[in-house]
């Protein structure tokens, strides 16, 4: 019996071969049952033959009452399927990208965030969500940057177990609650060369150190489900990586769900070069995804491999009839068991009551989590006294081609987002009573016509205007002349980041410069605001703006949220949770770099790690990096004692922080930890704890952080199956800051 009720036992006694084959096929809904003019599609066909166990995709309630009700009447045992969906950051209500939200650091917020989504998803019928993506990423080059929690593998775990917390509940089967589902299992965030689905090549004590963490938090949370990813960690792809998915996600660390393959991902394992299509089914099978998504690989060849197994001596892949059919118990007990878990044994139409369909529009509740959520998602990098704008600034030239866009402000991912429920910042600023607006869209996003193609693959999201830039330009040029201040948006459209959206040069496209450098020459105050879906180089722009915010793309309140910022109505409180690079060669870019035996500064001014023509006081914004409206003071750091020792003791660190300026503000204190020694080469700091406070204007507070034994373990990995985490006796830094640059230093001591 397992938790809901449900007899799997019995369930898959009375199962035939096929029954339990199907239940491994995931399709996804896209036009429903039928095709039109009265022709069966092939989902249909899959659903009256009972060769299938869960759908992905569906839109609306009714659809899935419809099938639903279709596959418990071809069931004859009457097994309901499963509906999964893509609800990356919120569904209907499209609340900032991930990366934005992660720069919130406010977990509470994103635990929220997620709740809210899975209401929204959960009552169109749906009962598995495909997220939190925990892909720890650190090329900004790679598109899917803008739905990870970004580079550091502490908050990207902290934001795992969160999410998860948010999407399940305390119980997954609980009305308004989904499965959550941590992917891409694993490395997806390193591809080599920042090319999206590219292979990860790793030092393994990387994969332990960086990429496995926020794998492991999901699993503790109690995430119920886990998606393979599409690329080949040190040599192996992931869909047929025994060792990592049964070897270390099952037996090391216990997730006892469900694991789904990505899209096609057991199909692509012949393109990877791993044998014909009935081998490669054998292998993701044995390695564990038990669930085949959109490919039906394992619907057409286990039937042929359950009766004479495989010997593909060119593979070096050899499995028996008998040890594929127990291959295939095995994945179907985890498919009822992940059913069962949602109830669905006991409730097949959860979520799908018959009826009309659900009001899906966004609410005022969701509405004003969203405009909290983007408010607290947006960075503030650099303000020369500009912001919040007073009263002197009435008559505000608003200009670039993101001034009065709506589709682009829901990011990638945004399945269920609608453009009609964004207002363009235009529309923001001109509904604030005393301003004087004039606007001008000054460029195009992009100057390439096949660019902008690419770009409108999922429908229409930036139209090239076809005068001549020139003239564009000098329209904009006279708008800001005239005006106190200008606010120019610039930045991304929304698929220039997300799947297979890498980009050569982490930038603000050429024609977007262009503007920016002509806007800048007029002299008038000038504060930039960038929706982007990636951390971009912003070197030209710092120098060139007075203030500079990072919008990130927020969502549907993303530009209210922008103009609450921009007159102070709130104050920005984000932190970078990837660093911008100075420059858009310079990547891959993170903090918790490695030392080099020959360091800048280090007496070799020439033979240096770094690069010859990055100019040493080129702009990086650093990883934990934001400004707000008050100054905030920080003392030096103490101990309650500087030595310690063994696994138990622990030394209680603090600092106090006074807001020096005239406005409440929200402070995050970083809490970094460096090894200067150890066995192998350690990175220069990493972070391993923060907090949120609030401080009142004039208020001191204090914040403590307990520095452990675990927090200084580290992985050595000289296989994957001898992977361990150690700890040596010695000298610790602790280095607590406002972001992971500017920090006080404390050494401690830690004997054994
Ligand atoms: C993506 C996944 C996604 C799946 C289903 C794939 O292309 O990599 O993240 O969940 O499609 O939409």
Same mark, same amino acid.
């Given at each position: 019996m397992n938790e809901s009720g449900a007899d799997i036992d019995d369930l898959l006694g009375r199962m035939t071969l096929a029954e339990k084959i199907g239940q491994l096929n995931l399709l996804p809904a896209g036009e429903g049952l039928v095709t039109g003019a009265g022709g069966g599609s092939r989902l249909a066909e899959r659903i009256d033959t009972a060769c299938i166990g869960g759908v992905f995709g569906t839109k609306s309630r009714a659809s899935a009452r419809s099938m639903q009700q279709r596959a418990l009447e071809a069931s004859r045992l009457n097994i309901p399927l499963l509906f999964a969906e893509d609800v990356i950051h919120g569904h209907r209500t499209v609340f900032p990208l991930p990366i934005a939200l992660a720069c919130s650091w406010d977990m509470e917020l994103v635990e929220e965030t997620a709740a809210f989504a899975a209401g929204e998803a959960a009552a169109l019928g749906i009962h598995q969500a495909y997220a939190p993506m925990i892909d720890v990423a650190r090329d900004p080059r790679w598109g899917r940057v803008a739905e990870s929690p970004g580079e550091d593998p502490t908050l990207a775990a902290r934001y795992a177990a969160a999410m998860t917390r948010g999407l399940q509940g305390d119980d997954p089967s609980a009305p308004g609650r989904v499965a959550a589902c941590l992917k891409h299992f694993v490395a997806y965030g390193a591809p080599e060369s920042g090319r999206d689905y590219d292979n990860a090549s790793m030092a393994l004590e990387d994969l332990f150190g960086a990429h496995l963490p926020p794998f492991e938090a999901g699993v503790r949370a109690g995430a119920l489900s886990v998606m393979v990813a599409f690329n080949a960690v040190a040599k192996l792809p992931m869909h047929a990586h025994e060792p990592l998915i049964e070897g270390w996600l099952r037996g090391r660390i216990g997730f006892d769900g469900l694991v789904v393959s990505d899209y096609t991902g057991i199909k692509e394992l012949t393109a990877h070069g791993l044998g014909r299509p009935e081998t490669v089914v054998a292998r993701a099978l044995h390695a564990g995804v038990d669930m085949d998504m959109v490919g039906e690989d394992y619907l057409e060849h286990l039937p042929a491999l359950a009766e004479g197994g495989i010997d593909d001596a060119e593979s070096g892949t050899r499995f028996g009839a008998s040890e594929i059919r127990k291959l295939v118990d095995r994945a179907c007990r985890r498919v009822l068991t992940f059913k069962a878990r949602l109830g669905l044994f006991d409730d097949p139409f959860r979520g799908m009551p018959e009826g009309s369909e659900p009001d899906v529009a966004p609410t005022a509740e969701g509405r004003a989590l969203a405009r909290r959520a983007a408010v607290r998602s947006a960075v503030l990098l650099k303000n020369e006294g500009v912001l919040p704008l007073g009263p002197d600034r009435r008559?505000?030239?608003?200009?670039?081609?993101?001034?009065?866009?709506?589709?682009?402000?829901?990011?990638?991912?945004?399945?269920?987002?609608?453009? =009609?429920?964004?207002?363009?910042?235009?529309?923001?600023?001109?509904?604030?009573?005393?301003?004087?607006?004039?606007?001008?869209?000054?460029?195009?996003?992009?100057?390439?016509?096949?660019?902008?193609?690419?770009?409108?693959?999922?429908?229409?999201?930036?139209?090239?205007?076809?005068?001549?830039?020139?003239?564009?330009?000098?329209?904009?040029?006279?708008?800001?002349?005239?005006? =106190?201040?200008?606010?120019?948006?610039?930045?991304?459209?929304?698929?220039?980041?997300?799947?297979?959206?890498?980009?050569?040069?982490?930038?603000?496209?050429?024609?977007?410069?262009?503007?920016?450098?002509?806007?800048?020459?007029?002299?008038?105050?000038?504060?930039?605001?960038?929706?982007?879906?990636?951390?971009?180089?912003?070197?030209?722009?710092?120098?060139?703006?007075?203030?500079?915010?990072?919008?990130?793309?927020?969502?549907?309140?993303?530009?209210?949220?922008?103009?609450?910022?921009?007159?102070? =109505?709130?104050?920005?409180?984000?932190?970078?949770?990837?660093?911008?690079?100075?420059?858009?060669?310079?990547?891959?870019?993170?903090?918790?770099?490695?030392?080099?035996?020959?360091?800048?500064?280090?007496?070799?001014?020439?033979?240096?790690?770094?690069?010859?023509?990055?100019?040493?006081?080129?702009?990086?914004?650093?990883?934990?990096?934001?400004?707000?409206?008050?100054?905030?003071?920080?003392?030096?750091?103490?101990?309650?004692?500087?030595?310690?020792?063994?696994?138990?003791?622990?030394?209680?660190?603090?600092?106090?922080?006074?807001?020096?300026?005239?406005?409440?503000?929200?402070?995050?204190?970083?809490?970094?930890?460096? =090894?200067?020694?150890?066995?192998?080469?350690?990175?220069?700091?990493?972070?391993?704890?923060?907090?949120?406070?609030?401080?009142?204007?004039?208020?001191?507070?204090?914040?403590?952080?307990?520095?452990?034994?675990?927090?200084?373990?580290?992985?050595?990995?000289?296989?994957?199956?001898?992977?361990?985490?150690?700890?040596?006796?010695?000298?610790?830094?602790?280095?607590?800051?406002?972001?992971?640059?500017?920090?006080?230093?404390?050494?401690?001591?830690?004997?054994?």
């Open positions: 008559r505000i030239a608003l200009i670039g081609p993101f001034a009065d866009d709506r589709i682009n402000m829901l990011g990638t991912w945004a399945v269920c987002g609608q453009a =009609d429920d964004v207002v363009s910042l235009r529309n923001v600023l001109s509904d604030r009573p005393g301003i004087e607006l004039r606007c001008a869209e000054g460029c195009n996003v992009v100057e390439e016509p096949w660019l902008a193609d690419r770009l409108n693959v999922f429908g229409p999201i930036v139209r090239l205007d076809p005068r001549p830039e020139e003239e564009t330009i000098a329209e904009a040029v006279a708008c800001a002349r005239d005006a =106190d201040m200008v606010v120019l948006a610039l930045g991304e459209a929304k698929e220039h980041a997300g799947e297979s959206s890498s980009r050569l040069a982490p930038e603000l496209p050429a024609p977007q410069r262009r503007l920016l450098e002509a806007v800048a020459r007029t002299g008038t105050k000038l504060v930039v605001v960038i929706f982007a879906g990636r951390p971009l180089a912003l070197g030209p722009v710092t120098a060139a703006a007075d203030a500079l915010l990072l919008a990130w793309h927020g969502g549907i309140e993303g530009p209210r949220a922008i103009v609450d910022l921009l007159f102070g =109505d709130a104050a920005p409180s984000g932190r970078l949770a990837a660093t911008l690079p100075a420059h858009p060669g310079q990547t891959p870019v993170f903090h918790a770099i490695e030392p080099t035996g020959r360091p800048s500064g280090g007496g070799f001014e020439k033979f240096r790690t770094g690069w010859l023509d990055l100019d040493d006081a080129a702009t990086v914004f650093p990883f934990g990096f934001g400004l707000g409206y008050s100054a905030v003071r920080y003392g030096a750091p103490v101990a309650d004692r500087l030595e310690a020792r063994g696994e138990e003791e622990s030394i209680e660190v603090g600092v106090d922080l006074t807001n020096e300026g005239d406005r409440s503000t929200i402070e995050t204190v970083q809490l970094y930890l460096s =090894d200067p020694v150890a066995r192998v080469t350690r990175p220069v700091r990493e972070l391993k704890d923060f907090r949120r406070i609030t401080l009142q204007p004039g208020e001191t507070g204090h914040v403590r952080f307990t520095v452990t034994a675990a927090m200084q373990r580290y992985p050595l990995a000289p296989s994957l199956e001898e992977a361990a985490f150690v700890r040596d006796p010695g000298r610790i830094i602790v280095h607590i800051g406002p972001n992971s640059r500017d920090t006080q230093a404390l050494e401690l001591t830690w004997h054994g």
